[in-house]
């Protein structure tokens, strides 16, 4: 069965097709520009490389586009587009209403509009995209699965501020967290690679990329986590500045006569580790200036580092104690430099390290920590299409056998 993956961006649109019997990608490729001059669309099938620069106005074109690459004769991987089984669409926010994926109908498509609010930038991108899939494969089924869902399951005394709760009950703020494919993904994938039964396990996520956040994972489930309402909460970021005191926004905004929305502009793009090294936002670009000496870029990697041993120790005791702990994404999969500074002294927390398997490891499924450590830490590289594919998959088994499913069952679905 071939399962189509979109995430679409406000001018962009990422697809994969997937192969759900072998798991093998037979497509990938990106539309950019969107809606912008220059408008291109670049696809790899296996060894062959499509590239298309023309006009695309708005999604239903981007969409139609992604479709004649598909199914091109030379350069391809679908005859028609008759062979997507279903399409499964990356949505930023669910707000409270989503706890799981979901087929999506008239009522979905209403609902991730009323949670437009909680996600200016991603959802009515990701709207876009799934409108113009109904528009152009109307027969075909759609599947959302949200950034959100999987935190839902964090009790009150987690996700909520400590401000008037008129503000959660009137206009929903509190803490909702974002990556949940990724952290549902890595929670429940390191409990096969251990041989170990989610149930009874204490596990701490640590999903590290441009973007980054942790979650503390109890049974299987979110108990916590360090984004909140948006993605800016939480340890420091590639270009976000991740949690401060909020009297910061008023205090430039006084000093520079900036507007708040000019403020948070800067806490989200021009923060972080670009903010504070002025040298970049990748950590690769970093560890470069740092090792040659810049001394803005040694304080940003050091307050990456330990903004992430802090979080650790914070999830560890809400948690009465930790058993596993997981490294994900471009950070936490291949910075081992960086995994060694997050893992140094925390001897008390009973981790004891094996720094000659962790030194150099790369985007490997591994345990990094002694073979008698009392808590687990392994690497395990995130695979937020694979989940996508196989909750799309679930669901659309569910319609074919007609069952009664329970959309809202938060069960581990990785196939
Ligand atoms: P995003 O959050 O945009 O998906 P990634 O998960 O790819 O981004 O994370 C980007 C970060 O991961 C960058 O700071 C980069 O330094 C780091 N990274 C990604 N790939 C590698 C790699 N192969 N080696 C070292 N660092 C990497």
């Not at 030194?359 to 395990?380: H, N, P, T, Y």
Request: glycine share 8%; charged share 25%.
């Amino acid at each position: 069965m071939k399962i189509l993956i979109l995430n679409a961006g406000s001018s962009s649109l990422k697809f994969q097709l997937m192969e759900t019997d072998s798991r093998r990608i037979a497509a990938k490729g990106m539309v950019e520009r969107i809606g912008i001059e220059g408008s291109v669309i670049k696809q790899t099938a296996g060894d062959k490389i499509y590239k298309n620069e023309q006009p695309m106005k708005d999604h239903d074109e981007a969409i139609a586009a992604m479709m004649r690459a598909l199914t091109h004769t030379e350069l391809g991987a679908l005859k028609d587009m008759g062979e997507i089984a279903a399409v499964g669409h990356r949505v930023l926010h669910g707000g409270e209403k989503f706890s799981a994926s979901v087929i999506i109908n008239e009522a979905v498509i209403e609902a991730i509009r009323e949670n437009i609010p909680l996600g200016p930038l991603h959802n009515p991108a990701n709207l876009m995209g799934i409108l113009a899939c109904r528009r152009i494969m109307p027969d075909t089924p759609q599947v959302a699965v949200f950034d959100t869902s999987f935190h839902q399951t964090m009790p009150k005394k987690a996700y909520l501020y400590g401000i008037p709760t008129e503000y959660y009950k009137r206009l929903k703020i509190r803490r909702y967290g974002f990556h949940g494919t990724s952290h549902r993904y890595v929670s429940a994938r390191v409990c096969q690679f251990l041989g170990i039964n989610p149930i009874g396990t204490r596990i701490i996520t640590c999903h590290l990329g441009n973007g980054s956040s942790l979650a503390a994972v109890v049974d299987g489930k979110c108990v916590d986590t360090s984004m909140g309402l948006t993605p800016l909460e939480g340890v420091l970021m590639g270009t976000r500045s991740g949690s401060l005191d909020p009297a910061v926004v008023q205090f430039i905004a006084n000093s520079e006569g900036l507007t708040c929305d000019a403020v948070l502009d800067i806490l989200n793009k021009k923060s972080g580790l670009i903010g504070v090294s002025g040298v970049s936002s990748d950590m690769r670009d970093i560890d470069a200036a740092a090792d040659s000496g810049n001394e803005d870029a040694i304080v940003a990697r050091d307050m990456l580092a330990y903004s992430i041993k802090k979080y650790i120790g914070a999830y560890a005791a809400a948690m009465g104690g930790v058993d596993v702990l997981v490294f994900t994404a471009g950070i936490g999969e291949n910075n081992w430099a960086l995994r060694r500074r997050v893992m140094e002294d925390m001897e008390w927390l009973g981790v004891k390290m094996d720094f000659s398997k962790n030194d150099c490891l790369r985007a490997q499924e591994c345990v990094i920590s002694a073979d008698d450590s009392r808590v687990k830490v392994v690497v395990i590289p995130t695979d937020e299409e694979m989940v996508i594919a196989s909750d799309t998959l679930e669901l659309v088994h569910c319609i074919d056998k007609n069952t009664d499913a329970d959309y809202n069952d938060p069960r581990f679905r990785l196939g």
